[in-house]
């Protein structure tokens, strides 16, 4: 599969078998993840698993209360990631006040994105959510208080979902220039 | 090549041959930039493309200035890559306000994971590149006043260098953990 298939077999998937995702599946999308470039090598994240049912469970709850709305499907996924924010490296941080720009956030989409596309080639399906409790979230895992968990991942295997097709997406034209905007 | 082996040869290549790199070749990127996910589908994005010899000079001269240290390299490479953050779609935005998290940086880190990884398969080098004269850079782009360029990529066949390995990465113990944090 040549990376532009791969790229394309990449879905949102919101529908989820219950068939349980193998360690070792997890892990090759973890190495993937551990090979992302990012802004002055600080590899700014931390990715928390949560694969056991009633503890997956629990998170889910605490994650996509009442107000989860369209994340709802979320509850069902067998795994969920929580992707923690770590501090930047000296460097990194100095260049994203001195550019008022969050390199970490950035850095944190590249992993994601690793993540995801590991994920496809091994038929697995991913949906990146950025909607829910992370005040909650963070206190279930334990995540440090002056860390963020700016984005969660659902991963399971995918079922067939007849109600969505692909996702549209802009033309070529809208999305590059040449020579100038 | 399996995805593995992708992100393994993508590396952030500080070296280019002074060999054009084909339209064809970086259209292919920028298709799977076209299929990169992002919050709520809005692809808040647009890659502009500077790979005429004599206006990319004028770019990176604009771009990487006396002040631009480690980024001098980039005056190299033969094509350079400014990526402008578009206006996200009102749910997106929403959804950013109010989780104060920017989801459209998480989105331009996802595009340009895709545009590299892609590259990579096609044997050319890249760098993302955090650190440039924003300002003289969409000014010289014409990029409208209200958007920001928070990334640039550089772009062109590597020249092996025998200075730099391959960047270090964290132990996978310290970029995961499973039922915690």
Chains 1, 2 share one sequence.
């Not at 959510?129 to 860390?147: D, E, I, T, Y």
Request: include cysteine; charged fraction near 25%; aromatic fraction near 8%.
């Amino acid at each position: 599969m040549d990376f532009l298939d791969l790229a394309r077999a990449r879905r949102s998937v919101r529908k989820y078998s219950d068939r349980p995702v193998p360690r070792d599946a997890i892990e090759r999308c973890l190495r993937a993840v551990r090979l992302a470039p990012s802004a002055c090598n600080a590899q700014p994240w931390r990715f928390v698993v949560v694969d056991d049912p009633e503890r997956r469970r629990q998170l889910a709850r605490a994650a996509f209360g009442p107000l989860a709305g369209f994340n709802h499907f979320a509850r069902q996924a067998p795994v969920l990631v929580t992707v923690v924010m770590e501090r930047a490296s000296f460097a990194s941080a100095a260049g994203s006040l001195l550019s008022g720009k969050r390199f970490s956030l950035i850095d944190i989409g590249i992993a994601a994105a690793h993540f995801c596309l590991q994920a496809a080639e091994l038929g697995l399906g991913t949906c990146m959510l950025g909607w829910f409790n992370q005040r909650k979230v963070k206190r279930f895992l334990s995540v440090p208080a002056a860390l963020k968990a700016p984005l969660m991942i659902s991963l399971g295997w995918p079922v067939p979902d007849t109600e969505t097709g692909p996702s549209s997406r802009k033309t070529i034209e809208r999305v590059r220039g040449y020579g100038g905007y």
